[in-house]
């Protein structure tokens, strides 16, 4: 498909980048938009309050270009809670103060529709004409903006957002501070000015040559009809996903077409599941009928116009979490995903790999990975769209990267983790591992949210809000550092390593000399502090593995070797290593991202077998980390080595919170 522009637009065509674009929906309710509702209730003229109501169908129009076209579509409400808590009395009192005969009803009072613009009343809720897909995101917001108070700016970061056309109601009022919000975050946005009106026809216009005028100081503004002459020029494939693609965006499409149903994939699964070598994968296998009473009745499964995002798509978690009770995993089902079974993993808890016998994808010679290895072969063996894991150390990377997935650490805090067993739960992060770096963030982005109540959550405050590149990492660059020591790592890995880097460069990255070694020292101190955690929390020895009752006794050892006063002294120590690390981030000289091998070198079977310990510690020479320090990785497969061409995982890591720009640039990797 030829890049999509918005040619008419002024001050200049307004550029619509594949995968970057979204339509965003300004509060289309019924408060706003119907008789009855706050709006009209305020307002003193019926005639003027007609012209407000006129957008409703030029808007469904922009809306079913834009679905048609394979734009994202976000709608805002505007409203409140029951009680009133976030809406500061200025909003709810001053109209009234200023002229009580007109606004007799205010904010939180009963109207025709409800409780006006209060969460939950029929008024809050958008009208018909323009009703949300199941698979399109609401954002419920308390302000005259998106962004105030909202994660709007994580919601679209997460989806790699950059370019927005704003449409909805009303233009003075919440499309023009949600305009001028994004314009101080970095997106380019253009207002579609036959699909917004508002109340004062005189501040309207004004508002109208404000978001285009001095050349474009604030953006851009165009007709819908653009964007409608687009969608009825432009074809979109119908694709099928072939039975071994069973990737999200794969599925989706297929589904889209009508030629594939969520049966027959789910029927594929489970053939592949009687394998011999399935057996390594699974703890559980649900009953499959069982698995798919998460799709809608048998005669609604032909139609996905109007399915939630994940209808139909198969996943595995791993027995960590628990299925019954977690709210990750019950989203996912209530989302329409298929949960096929939980997937093994180490039994201590302390290992960056499983056993000696249980092996890689590509080479019953090495080993598989460790703690989430049941999560990592599963992805490799096509038993699922996506698994959810837990890592700790590395426990998810290290296997994704010797069976040649993909796996997404999120920021600690940022998906719910409750109900999830943990054995360090202050650094525990969800690990999401896809066969693309696309499957992976569209999980994040989708399940992403708050949640209060877990004492790991990270609330949106806590996340750090950046201007975006509206150019994207490619065009407009990113700069990058590597670690100092690469002692460890062989000379294959080595090799491998230096392609990736070649790689960053040639798809918009500047390599940033800079002195890491405040990663080299963290990693010396964290490991005892780590295996304290893991002992305090009940990691266990596995008795039927003597490499794992090594393992397991190397973790007792190191954990008895700290003192109470040792611990806090230590903990202090990576605080002010945390720190130095985080300062080499900012500023003009700063870098977005560290570029490391996920692990140093692919250990034979035996090796493992022989000396435990040493392999075990060595593997988390760049994972270990991460977590500790709040950052946020991805490992992709990026490249071959020796003769069996087993696969090279290379990692991206970011600070807390910087997972959009992260992925951002990991897609350049795809």
């Known amino acids: 498909m030829a890049p999509l522009t918005l040619a008419p637009a002024q001050p200049m065509a307004f550029a619509m980048p594949e995968g970057r674009t979204a339509l965003v929906v300004i509060d289309m309710q019924k408060d706003f938009l119907l008789k009855g509702g706050y709006g009209f209730l305020q307002c003193p003229s019926e005639k003027v309050f007609e012209k407000v109501s006129s957008v409703i169908e030029p808007t469904a129009k922009a809306i079913a270009a834009a679905r048609k076209l394979g734009l994202h579509v976000i709608h805002t409400r505007e409203g409140h809670v029951e009680d009133l808590s976030d809406c500061p009395p200025t909003k709810r009192m001053r109209q009234q103060m200023t002229n009580p005969e007109r606004h007799k009803l205010v904010i939180g009072t009963d109207g025709p529709m409800g409780r006006l613009l209060v969460r939950g009343s029929d008024g809050h809720d958008i009208v018909d004409d323009v009703k949300p897909l199941k698979d399109e995101p609401v954002l419920d917001k308390p302000g005259k903006g998106s962004f ?102 794969s599925l989706r499409a297929a589904y889209r077409s009508g030629k594939l149903a969520p049966t027959k994939v789910v029927d594929y699964i489970y053939e592949q599941i009687l394998k011999p070598d399935a057996a390594a994968v699974f703890k559980t296998v649900i009953d499959k009928a069982e698995a798919l009473k998460t799709l809608p009745e048998a005669g609604v499964e032909a139609s996905f116009a109007d399915m939630p995002y994940f209808y139909g798509i198969p996943f595995t978690v791993s027995e960590s979490f628990d299925i019954e009770n977690s709210s990750l995993v019950k989203a996912l089902l209530k989302a329409g995903a298929i949960l096929i079974g939980t997937t093994k993993i180490e039994a201590s808890g302390a290992g960056l790999f499983a056993t000696a016998e249980v092996t890689s994808e590509y080479s019953s010679e090495y080993v598989a990975g460790g703690y989430s290895y049941g999560s990592a072969l599963a992805i490799a063996k096509g038993l699922g769209s996506f698994s959810l894991a837990l890592d700790t150390d590395g426990s998810a990377r290290v296997p994704v990267a010797f069976n040649g997935v993909v796996g997404y650490n999120v920021t600690k805090g940022l998906l719910p983790s409750d109900h999830v067993a943990k054995f360090c739960p202050s650094i525990d992060s969800i690990s999401i591992i896809a066969t693309t770096v696309h499957d992976a963030r569209v999980v994040f982005a989708e399940m ?223």
Not at 510 to 524: E, F, I
Not at 558 to 586: C, G, I, P
Not at 655 to 667: H, K, Q, T, V, Y
């Open 148 to 249: 105030y108070n909202t994660d709007f700016h994580q919601m679209l970061v997460s989806r790699g957002i950059t370019h927005i056309m704003l449409a909805g109601v009303t233009t003075e009022c919440c499309v023009a501070t949600t305009f001028r919000e994004a314009n101080d975050h970095g997106f380019e946005t253009c207002v579609l000015t036959d699909c917004t009106s508002g109340f004062d026809n005189q501040i309207v216009d004004a508002s109208m040559k404000h978001f285009c005028a001095f050349d474009g100081l604030l953006g851009y503004t165009c007709s819908s009809q653009p964007l409608l002459d687009l969608a009825a020029t432009v074809t979109v494939p119908q694709s099928v996903a072939a039975e071994y693609d069973i990737s999200i965006a």
């Open 448 to 670: 992403r949210h708050q949640d209060l109540a877990n004492p790991y959550s990270a609330p949106d405050r806590y996340i750090p809000i950046k201007s975006i590149d509206f150019r994207g990492p490619k065009e407009g660059g990113f700069r990058f550092a590597v670690p100092d020591d690469l002692s460890l790592v062989s000379e294959e890995y080595k090799t491998a390593f230096s392609a990736f880097v070649e790689k960053a460069k040639s798809v918009g990255g500047t390599l940033v000399p800079m002195d890491l070694s405040s990663l080299a020292k963290a990693t010396n101190v964290v490991g005892p502090i780590i295996d304290t955690e893991r002992v305090a929390f009940g990691a266990k020895s596995s008795g039927d593995s003597e490499v794992l009752g090594k393992i397991y006794d190397a973790t007792v050892s190191s954990a008895s070797s700290l003192s109470a006063v040792k611990v806090m002294q230590e903990m202090a120590a990576l605080r002010a290593l945390k720190t130095e690390l985080y300062l080499k981030f900012e500023g003009a000289a700063g870098v977005d991202v560290l570029l490391m091998p996920t692990v140093p070198y692919q250990p034979l079977a035996s090796s493992v077998a022989s000396d435990p310990v040493r392999v075990n510690s060595e593997l988390g020479t760049f994972t270990k980390v991460t977590n500790v320090f709040e950052m946020c990785a991805v490992s992709v497969k990026a490249g071959e080595t020796g003769p069996l061409k087993l696969p090279f995982g290379g990692m991206i890591v970011a600070p807390m919170g910087m997972d959009g720009r992260m992925l951002d640039i990991a897609e350049l990797f795809a």
